[in-house]
C-alpha cells in the first residue's frame, strides 16, 4: 500500500485552521513541532537565523488522532504544549476537558517533558491525565517538585511503561517504547513505535550516536513506513562555542553517510526533526538542504501528516 504523507505545510494559528481533518483513515499522525527543546528564537542567539520572529517553529512534539474513538494522545510535552493542544483539538474537533488522552514521555531533558506544568492548578488545573513514562521517568515525576504535586493534586497519572512492550491505547494503535542511549542525567532515553492499523512510524529524536545503540538503525528504518530521527545539528560548525562531546548527537552530515547505501525507498523514509535553531535545514535556500534532498532524504516540518 502506498503510503499515504502529505507534504502540504500549514500554519496551525487558529485563524488559518482548516477545521476538517482528512478521516480518510481511522487513526493519523501529525507533527506538532521539529526544533530542538530550546526553541526558536532561541535565547540569548543574536545571530540571523534568530533574528527573525518564527511563531510556526515549535519544539518537537506529534499528536496521534484515532477518529473512531475520538481519542487524541500528545507524544512529548513541550515548552508550547498550550499551542500544540489547542492545535490538536481543533484538528480532531475535540473539547476535551484536559486537553488530551493522554502524553507520552520520551525523557527528562527541558523540551521533552517542561510543558506538564501547564496542566497544573496555576493553568489548566487538568484532571488525572494519563501520563507515560519508563521506570525512572516515572520515579523522577513522583519524587521531585514541582512535578511531584502534580501527582498528588491529581492532575496527571503517570503510568509506568517498560521497555519494547506495546501500550495499547485502541484496537487500531499502539506505542512501543525503545530504549536508546543518551544522556541520562534524571532519567533513561526512549524512542517510540507508533504502530497503526496499517502504518508504523520510528520516532528517534534524541540519541547520542548510532554507533552506541545496540539495534541497528538502517534495519530500524526499514521495517518503519516512516522514520523521524534526530537530526539536531547538521555539523560541528554550528555549535563553535560549546563542546560538542558534551551534548552528543548523530550529526546529519554523518547520519547521511551512514544511510548513503540504503535502498531509495528506504531513503525517502527518512525525516530529520529535532532541529537545533542553528541547523542550516531550517534555511529553506541553504545548500544543506538543498544537499539533503538531492541525496534522497527529507526534514520533517510541522503540519506534516502522516496516516496510520
Known amino acids: ?55 510556526d517553529k515549535k519544539v518537537v512534539s506529534l499528536g496521534i488522532m484515532d477518529f473512531s474513538s475520538g481519542k487524541h494522545w500528545l507524544i512529548e510535552a513541550t515548552p508550547d504544549l498550550p499551542s500544540q493542544l489547542r492545535a490538536q483539538n481543533k484538528l480532531i474537533q475535540s473539547s476535551h476537558p484536559s486537553g488530551t488522552d493522554g502524553i507520552f514521555l520520551t525523557h527528562a531533558h527541558i523540551g521533552h517533558y517542561s510543558g506538564l506544568m501547564f496542566l497544573g492548578k496555576e493553568a489548566l488545573g487538568a484532571a488525572s491525565v494519563n501520563v507515560y513514562a519508563m521506570p525512572r521517568m516515572a520515579g523522577f515525576l513522583n519524587q521531585n517538585a514541582p512535578w511531584s504535586q502534580l501527582v498528588t493534586q491529581k492532575n496527571i ?10 501500550v495499547e491505547l485502541s484496537k487500531n494503535l499502539k506505542v512501543t517504547p525503545v530504549p536508546v542511549p543518551h544522556r541520562d542525567e534524571f532519567s533513561e532515553t526512549v524512542g517510540f513505535i507508533i ?18 545503540w545496540n539495534k541497528d538503525i538502517r534495519d530500524m528504518i526499514h521495517a518503519a513506513d516512516i522514520a523521524l530521527v534526530d537530526g539536531t545539528f547538521f555539523s560541528n560548525a554550528e555549535i563553535g562555542y560549546r563542546d560538542v562531546s558534551a551534548i552528543p548527537h548523530p550529526l546529519v552530515s554523518e547520519s547521511m553517510e551512514k544511510f548513503k547505501d540504503l535502498d531509495p525507498a528506504d531513503k525517502k523514509k527518512i525525516y530529520f526533526i529535532h532541529l537545533n535553531h542553528t541547523n ?29
Open 195 to 212: 504502530q497503526g492499523p496499517s502504518k508504523k512510524v520510528l520516532f528517534i529524536p534524541d540519541i547520542d550516536k548510532w554507533e552506541k
Open 280 to 308: 542550516p535545514l531550517l534555511q529553506q535556500e541553504s545548500k544543506e538542504l538543498k544537499h539533503l534532498k538531492n541525496a534522497g532524504f527529507n526534514i520533517a516540518f510541522k503540519g506534516m501528516k502522516i496516516e496510520l
Open 1 to 55: 500500500m502506498k503510503l499515504k504523507v502529505c507534504f502540504t505545510a500549514f500554519y496551525f494559528a487558529l485563524s488559518n485552521l482548516n477545521p476538517a481533518f482528512p478521516q480518510s483513515t481511522q487513526v493519523s499522525l501529525v507533527v506538532l513541532g521539529t526544533i530542538q527543546d530550546g526553541g526558536s528564537p532561541h535565547i540569548g542567539c543574536n545571530k540571523d537565523c534568530c533574528k527573525v520572529q518564527d511563531e
Open 157 to 166: 497519572s503517570v503510568i509506568q511503561m517498560s521497555a519494547e512492550v506495546p
